[in-house]
């Protein structure tokens, strides 16, 4: 259609170029131009619905509707050409005038997208900048001439091009404020657009001076633009470049904005200067212009920096609450030890240095017997101060090259590296065992120091830091079988641990078909109202040979065993099916949270699942959120950013789970498409007791804030802590303060309680 309408339009101005004197020569530059704007709005028209994005779809629907005020704009422009009345300005130019205006709003709504608010303010500064420009060199075009003319005319004559710029602006600014990947048609609309503006300007300067002749190369650039507009508007679609490089190279033009603008109020200042044909009234006016496009130009500067400096003041915060926690996340608090974590780095060196020099490792897994009754009848700090005096002997037991870590409790693990023989490791069990003939005095009582030691070896007994770990833990249960206060080494024999855990896995994989799964569902609270706005599904596991089963022991038997994908899919399922249900029943709808393994977002195709949970249990998108960790958004980034465009365009909610624990990278959070930060419940729990830890889930939250997030606190279990998070600006949580995981009866009737609005407190 438009080769054939670019054909006809051609073949009718060339008619009217070649005889302007003729009567029918103003027919045909208008009968040209009626066919371009009709086959433009057809060729629009025709492509919306064809668009994979919704949200391009829009955009293409806006450009077509503004293309048809255009083409009645013309069909007005005959009939005052018919009826003889055809002043300037007339009806017809006010539906002319809103070509500029329409396609810059089907641009600004490519912007309407999760997190983007402040993209709007961004650009609509940018344009109002460019718009004030755009004003100015038009006033020392027109201005001049507005002796001899109506103030309307001149009034007119410089809004065609000042929002015809101005609309060429906005697409260039919303599509680097996007970070879309430049195209060929994004670049026909801009070219269209300054196309008309060049013909308007200089039709309306020549009208002003008289009338304009037929078939002239103006009239031409009111077709062919709007053809190539056209052409533009059926093809654009959102095509986002995640590349940090583009991302760069776009904020290091946007940031040139200001200087642009403090250069074209130059410019217009210097036109100014040198016009001597214009009056003092439109100097003034000019100088104006010029010192308000300085005045943005501030502004927008001032934006960027405010932007930058809260970015940084957050991403500082979280670096020195970080470096604060860094000591506390390797380091036992209470006793000042290397905890497990470190315990496990140290470990693993040595390990590899034995594998190089044919060494072995010891680990020593060691228990403190009777610790509980010291508890129960001192108190705890009387077991505190008794942690610690154990912390410091076996510190003065060891060489400088060995650890000694607090595993958690009373446990505590010595790795020692570059052993030789067993012999060497019993020499130091013996000291070790020293201690257990000794007694430290703790608040006038004289408590003895009962230690049972388990050894494992690398490379006999295990291969690597967990199963040397489990080595040493059986061992000493062993020891405490044999009636305490020794040690023993770890052989083959010790294998009861390990069988029990095979067995869990076999039981496991028969849960999902006996139906010994459940879900229980955890209430999320608005901490503003106490309303519940959503639960996270949780699941359950009861054998029927073991009875209930903790989380914390089948969670990672189905990681390791990839079981957890089927689970993983029947709860999506079941959830689904829970929430649909209570909407059914007429009960206020609320948010579904639904975790998702790393494994289940691996195997691909999530979307897909997702997609058939909801058709088959009749759940609206907007009630299901999915909950990602921080490891599974920063693996293949491309990837999972196109698994979460696929999941956003079905309308779910899409969450960061843990959030802290992992990468927390600003640069991601910004290129994917999230809804919701959940801080982890270890910023939760020691929030209200260190500083540190407080200052981080205030920087998270003003974080996200900045990026459009909302934030959710975890693991929230006193007033204190709800209140901290009231003060940081925190939106919701969840938590034993407000309720326990409750089974699908219970919560049912407590959401029958408040029909109108369930409320917590």
Known sequence: MLVTSTGLTLLLWGLAAWRPQAGWADWADNAHWTLAYAASVGVVASSVGHAEQAIDNRARRIFAATLALTLLGQLVYMVQLASGWNPFPAPADLLFLTLGPGVALGFMSLLHLPGQAPVWRRVGLDVLGAATASL?????????????????????????????????????????????????????????LLGHAVAWMSWNVALLKGPVANGSVLGLLYSLPTLLMAWGAARLRTDI????????????????????????????????????????????????????????????????????????????A????????????????????????????????????????RHKVALMFIDLDQFKEVNDTLGHAAGDALLKHLA?????????????????????????????????????????????????????????????VGIALFPDDAADFDSLMQAADTAMYRAKSAGRKGYRFYDAAMNAEALARMQLRSRLAKALERGELSLRYQPQVNLATGHIEGVEALMRWTSAELGPVSPAQFIPVAEDSGLIVDMGAWALFEACRQASTW???????????????????????????????????????????????ESVLMQEQDKVAATLDRLEALGVGLAIDDFGTGYSSLSYLKRLRVDKLKIDQSFVRDATDSAGAAGIVRAVVQMADA???????????????????????????????????????????????????????
Not at 186 to 191: F, V
Not at 396 to 419: M, S, W
């Open 136 to 192: 100015a060199f038009a006033l020392t075009l027109y201005l001049p001439l507005a002796d001899s003319n109506a103030m309307g005319a001149v009034v007119v004559s410089i809004a065609y091009p000042v929002l015809l710029i101005s609309a060429a602006f906005t697409s260039v600014f919303a599509l680097l404020h996007q970070r879309q990947r430049p195209t060929a048609a994004g670049a026909a609309i801009t070219l269209g």
């Open 241 to 316: 470049n995640r590349d940090p490089a583009f991302d760069r190279l776009c904020e290091g033009i946007l940031r040139m904005l200001p200087l642009t603008m403090v250069a074209l109020a130059s410019g217009a200042l210097g036109l100014l200067v040198l016009s001597e044909r214009m009056a003092a009234a439109p100097r003034g006016l000019l100088a104006g212009l010029g010192l308000l496009m300085l005045l943005l130009a501030v502004l927008r500067q001032t934006q960027q920096l405010s932007e930058r400096d809260r970015l940084l003041e957050a991403e500082r």
């Open 318 to 357: 979280v670096a020195e609450g970080r470096a604060q926690l860094a000591h506390q996340a390797l380091h036992d608090a209470l006793t000042g030890l290397p905890n497990l974590s470190l315990l496990r780095d140290r470990a693993e060196l040595a390990m590899a240095g034995a594998a190089r020099a």
């Open 392 to 452: 410091q002997e076996l510190q003065g037991q060891l060489r400088q090259a060995d650890t000694v870590a607090r595993q958690g409790g009373d446990e505590f693990c010595i790795v020692l590296p570059g052993v030789k023989d067993g012999a060497e490791v019993t020499a130091v069990a013996e000291k070790v065992m020293a201690l257990s003939r000794r007694s430290v005095m703790v608040d006038g009582h004289d408590l003895p120091l009962h230690l049972s």
């Open 583 to 629: 909407i059914g029943m007429g009960l206020p709808p609320i948010k579904m949270a639904v975790n998702i393994s790393v494994l289940q977002f691996r195997r691909g195709h999530l979307d897909e699942q997702v997609n058939e949970a909801l058709a088959l249990t009749g759940l609206p998108a907007q009630y299901l959120e999915l909950e990602l960790t």
């Open 707 to 761: 990026l459009g997030l909302s934030t959710l606190a975890e693991g929230v279990e006193t007033e204190a802590q709800r209140d901290l998070l009231i003060g940081c600006g925190c939106a919701s949580a969840q938590g034993y303060l407000f309720a326990k995981p409750l089974s699908a009866d219970e919560l049912t009737e407590l959401l029958r309680q408040h029909p109108e609005q369930p409320s917590i407190f």
